[in-house]
């Protein structure tokens, strides 16, 4: 079954207040058990801030914070099994609801 990688697309800034993240915490859970129970879960994990990343560059050099600056960074990743493309897009549409955030879905080549 092919994988498929739905990330996080969450904006920069302040997180939301301990009533929102204790509602998403929970559809998260939600989100994830039926992915276990339906064969699909492999992966998932919330990431560090990007202030804490560090870039290395082929030249050998690394520098502090991300590699592009922008107003939203990967703020989590599931890697999933899926039939097909339609069904990666199914648990999107589900983790975005979950999030309240954008999550892109990508096959693995």
Do not use: C
Request: glycine share 10%.
């Amino acid at each position: 079954m092919p994988h498929y990688l739905m990330s996080i697309q969450q904006p920069d800034g302040p997180m939301p207040d301990a009533d929102t993240m204790a509602r998403i915490g929970a559809d998260l859970h939600r989100v994830n058990e039926d992915l276990r129970t339906s064969g699909s879960w492999v992966f998932t994990g919330a990431l560090d801030a990007p202030t804490r990343a560090t870039v290395v560059r082929p030249d050998g050099m690394s520098t502090d914070g991300p590699y592009v600056e922008g107003k939203e960074h990967i703020g989590g990743i599931w890697i999933i099994n899926a039939p097909d493309f339609n069904a990666a897009l199914a648990w999107g549409r589900r983790a975005s609801e979950a999030t309240t955030l954008p999550i892109e879905v990508r096959a693995f080549r």
